[in-house]
């Protein structure tokens, strides 16, 4: 097995947005805000190349929304899904399976292209499978008034339509330990139904893919949680359990927002689980 960091691009939100009740006095100790008041996020994908599959775990933003939409999102520098995954040796026709840990549209909008003559749209991947889990595929296509406005139909029933969804097998707990992919999977509620966690056991050491559940460093502490969450208390339990077991199990978090760093660790602490270390993904694995 081969894991690679794909950087899709970078964007900007709010702050005040991103942190739910934190005051800005301190989350901005962590992610500075601009003039006005956006902080810097990563669309950081990952790349697994495990024998004859090559699985994409989220896709970014894409390019087929309107200028009007993008303007929302301050998207800057030089990074794209077709170069980063150049840059490893790879196209994306190559991809086997595309894992998506939601269908909010910075994590599934790179999936969907026009088509040639733009009069609709097609899968960006055409020899992948589009992996989502039933409990989520049903809240994002019938989207409750809070989400609707992350929960794009360009962006998510070209997948069905074009026979190429499927769906992980799900059982009675938030927590897959095999799934047809080859790593575990943990279902957490919080942000949104049934968020898909990838941990993947890599040169001897468990790598997460954080998706939502943790978004940047500045977001560990258990009340700093997102405004966009849907259940905010919910997913501060969700996060204690977690953070708690990747302390003490020592995790790799690789995090998919943070502009700034592609991995941390936890630890433990009289003030609760905290920041341990930062590292680039190459100074570890490679």
Not at 198 to 225: C, E, N, S, W
């Amino acid at each position: 097995m081969k894991i690679y960091p794909i950087e899709t691009g970078n964007f900007k939100l709010d702050g005040g947005a991103m942190f739910g009740v934190v005051p800005k006095s301190i989350w901005q100790r962590t992610n500075p805000a601009d003039a006005n008041n956006m902080i810097s996020m990563s669309m950081r994908s990952m790349l697994i190349e495990d024998g004859n599959r090559l699985i994409l775990i989220d896709t970014g933003i894409g390019n087929k929304q309107s200028d009007k939409f993008f303007g929302y999102f301050h998207l800057y520098g030089n990074y794209s899904l077709d170069s980063s995954l150049a840059k490893y040796g790879f196209h994306r026709d190559d991809i086997t399976d595309v894992f998506l840990t939601h269908l909010h549209f910075d994590h599934c909008g790179g999936s969907i292209q026009w088509n040639k003559d733009r009069t609709g749209y097609e899968p960006a991947f055409k020899n992948a499978k589009f992996w989502s889990n039933k409990n989520h595929w049903q809240w994002a296509t019938q989207p409750n008034p809070r989400e609707k406005a992350s929960f794009l139909s360009e962006n998510i029933n070209p997948m069905e339509s074009s026979g190429q969804l499927a769906f992980v097998a799900m059982n009675d707990t938030n927590f897959i330990a095999n799934s047809e992919l080859g790593f575990s999977i943990f279902l957490p509620d919080g942000h949104t139904e049934k968020q898909m966690i990838p941990q993947i056991r890599y040169k001897g050491k468990t790598v997460v893919f954080m998706a939502d559940l943790l978004p940047t460093v500045g977001h560990i502490p258990l009340p700093y949680i997102m405004g966009y969450d849907t259940r905010p208390l919910l997913t501060m339990e969700e996060k204690a359990l977690f953070l708690n077991k990747a302390a003490k199990e020592k995790y790799y978090l690789f995090l998919e927002h943070d502009a700034q760093h592609e991995l941390c660790t936890v630890k433990e602490t009289e003030k609760g689980v905290r920041l341990d270390k930062t590292f680039s993904f190459s100074e570890i694995f490679e």
